[in-house]
């Protein structure tokens, strides 16, 4: 059984940077494609961003493209997101995923985490 722990989220100010991480347990994390989605106050949950196996493809939703960067780091079992020039509507949940079949970037995943809350003041 696969386990996703997040963390690193907490408040910050407008424009500043944030990394934030999901350490995988229970299997060998190298079988896994990766994902963040989040969701903001009165939301619907949305994909953020994804990254393959291997680590050589990546996907990013429109409103994080050339903000956020998507890494994994294999000898870990974690992935990373770096989060940059933050705005307030990017307040949110942070949710990481995971998925040994990765049939579509945006999902499904079959396993999730409990999120981690990053909250960008004005």
């Known amino acids: 059984q696969v386990q996703l722990e997040e963390s690193g989220g907490t408040l910050v100010q407008d424009g500043v940077s944030l990394n934030i991480s999901c350490a995988v347990s229970?299997?060998?994390?190298?079988?896994?494609?990766m994902a963040w989605f989040r969701q903001g106050p009165g939301k619907e949950r949305e994909f953020v961003a994804a990254?393959?196996?291997?680590?050589?493809?990546?996907y990013y939703a429109d409103s994080v493209k050339g903000r956020f960067i998507i890494s994994r780091v294999d000898s870990k079992s974690t992935v990373h997101l770096q989060m940059n020039s933050l705005k307030p509507e990017d307040t949110a949940v942070y949710y990481c995923?995971?998925?040994?079949?990765?049939?579509?970037?945006?999902?499904?995943?079959?396993?999730w985490g409990q999120g981690t809350l990053v909250t960008v003041a004005s």
């Open positions: 990254i393959s196996w291997s680590g050589d493809r990546s």
């Open positions: 229970g299997e060998t994390f190298s079988k896994y494609a």
């Open positions: 995923a995971a998925d040994p079949l990765w049939t579509d970037y945006a999902g499904p995943y079959a396993y």
